[in-house]
């Protein structure tokens, strides 16, 4: 009951600031100075990304066991801002804020599965390339303490021949999961440290963020995800003052 009841002061903190400054910045610092790693699971939970489907509350990063003080807040709050904007210049890219498993402010980028891949396919187009290269040398190389998971998506619709609607899922999955590792064996042939890529799974059609019933919808759920959020080491040179 105590611990809810510092959630709720904690997240009530928030959107008084964020009414005031609506950055990472100023979000980072309330939510790191008020109850640190601790409180970051459930704050999360309840303010990571948007909207009501699973995928929104999504938490990533492994909890540090620590509290992430005021300061350290805003510095990787203000760092994670301009991340998000290197990352919205990146063509073919939607970025969007979310929150780690510290309760600290990361960046999700979501690709169209249309531009990265040929329908049904696992092979990367030559405008995925472009669009990749692009997010690695403006975004990935000078964050380069940010830890990265990727997450391919589908829609709902089965495979040619397939009336079982668990096998359709589950062949949903494995092209999900191939289109995943095809993004992430992408970004470590461009140099990217294989430390830095903590997870890539493929959830199928468990996360739609949009209506399968419709075309729009079926395209927007055909999709990957690549969320950048603060390493370990980005939390311990923010706690120690040090993050430039």
Do not use: W
Request: aromatic fraction near 4%; charged fraction near 20%; include cysteine.
């Amino acid at each position: 009951m105590r611990f809810m009841k510092l959630g709720v002061f904690a997240l009530a903190a928030i959107m008084l600031f964020s009414a005031c400054d609506p950055s990472n910045k100023t979000k980072g610092g309330v939510i790191g100075g008020t109850a640190g790693a601790a409180l970051g699971g459930l704050v999360g939970n309840l303010i990571a990304g948007k909207g009501d489907n699973k995928t929104s509350r999504t938490l990533f990063g492994a909890a540090i066991g620590g509290a992430v003080g005021t300061a350290a807040g805003v510095l990787i709050g203000n760092k994670m801002d301009k991340a998000k904007a290197a990352a919205a210049a990146v063509n073919n890219a939607e970025v969007e804020t979310i929150t780690d498993a510290n309760g600290l402010e990361g960046v999700k980028v979501t690709f169209d599965s249309g531009i990265l891949f040929a329908t049904g396919k696992s092979d990367l187009s030559q405008t995925a390339k472009n669009s990749l290269d692009q997010f690695v040398a403006n975004v990935l190389i000078p964050y380069s303490d940010t830890d990265v998971a990727i997450q391919g998506h589908t829609d709902n619709q089965g495979f040619k021949g397939v009336k079982d609607p668990s096998v359709n899922a589950q062949k949903n999955r494995d092209l999900s999961l191939q289109r995943a590792s095809a993004v992430s064996s992408y970004l470590l042939g461009k140099g990217i440290g294989s430390q830095r890529i903590t997870k890539v799974e493929g959830l199928g059609q468990d996360m739609p963020v949009a209506d399968n019933s419709t075309k729009a919808g079926q395209q927007q759920n055909r999709r990957v995800e690549v969320y950048l959020y603060a390493s370990k080491a980005m939390i311990d040179a923010a706690n120690a003052g040090t993050l430039q």
